[in-house]
């Protein structure tokens, strides 16, 4: 079984201010992590995505996440917000390997970036 | 190709009546995926397609929803006798087979009403 935990469902940071979503996970395997974004009324846009290899990945707009094992977290940052980032954040979880290929979800953090 | 497409973007339905929504994947695509997002919450899997294969289906989804996608290409989701419950916005995914850390593309959503 697999679950996301995201910490802090409303995040408001100033604009050119750092940007830190968290997240942690929990999988019985080895997992697959994806930080997707959501805008209103839209569906869901890929920012990044751990798989294998290197632990910091990065993304589009500037995102990036390290995938810490012993944390079992893989937090999102940017180092200097920017009004249009503003949007709702979900991470996601999927087992590694062949088999099942669903995502389960955080239930997200709504980032807000004051002018 | 545009990405993943669906239609119609809201429905408004009343309670009892039946509904279905389409889902048009990427085109080289062979995994199709549907979710449920409720407000506030993150999308939550319903059931994926491999071709026409309906692999996997989550338990929320009920004997009144069915999922077909007849040719391996669209699929359709069928909502029957619905209820003000099932309001919320259905996802659909796409992604390709055969690419160890492929990442599943997302559609704009159908938002669901039920009055």
């Known amino acids: 079984a697999q679950s996301v935990t995201q910490l802090g469902s409303h995040v408001s940071v100033s604009e050119g201010a750092l940007v830190l979503l968290r997240c942690n996970y929990s999988?019985?395997?080895?997992?697959?992590l994806f930080w997707y974004v959501q805008y209103p009324n839209q569906g869901l846009q890929l920012l990044l995505k751990?798989?294998?290899?290197?632990?910091l990945v990065k993304g589009i707009n500037g995102f990036e996440a390290e995938f810490k094992k012993s944390e079992t977290s893989f937090h999102l940052t940017k180092p200097s917000a920017h009004m249009s980032d503003a949007a709702e954040y979900f991470c996601?979880?999927?087992?590694?390997?062949?088999?099942?290929?669903?995502?389960?979800f955080g239930k997200g953090t709504k980032l807000s970036v004051i002018p | 190709d545009t990405g993943v497409s669906q239609d119609p973007r809201h429905k408004i339905t009343k309670r009892g009546q039946n509904v279905t929504f389409r889902c048009d994947p990427i085109?080289?695509?062979?995994?199709l995926y549907w979710y449920r997002q409720t407000l506030g919450q993150g999308p939550e899997f319903l059931t994926y397609?491999?071709?026409?294969?309906?692999?996997?289906k989550s338990r929320l989804l009920s004997d009144r929803f069915s999922a077909e996608r007849p040719k391996g290409s669209f699929s359709t989701l069928e909502i029957q006798r619905t209820e003000q419950g099932d309001s919320a916005m259905y996802l659909c995914?796409?992604?390709?087979?055969?690419?160890?850390?492929?990442?599943?593309?997302f559609g704009q959503g159908t938002r669901l009403t039920v009055v």
């Open positions: 995914a796409s992604s390709l087979v055969g690419q160890p850390n492929t990442e599943a593309f």
């Open positions: 999988s019985s395997v080895p997992p697959y």
């Open positions: 751990y798989t294998t290899g290197a632990t």
């Open positions: 996601a979880v999927r087992r590694s390997g062949a088999g099942s290929y669903q995502l389960t």
């Open positions: 085109s080289e695509h062979n995994r």
């Open positions: 397609f491999q071709n026409e294969a309906q692999l996997e």
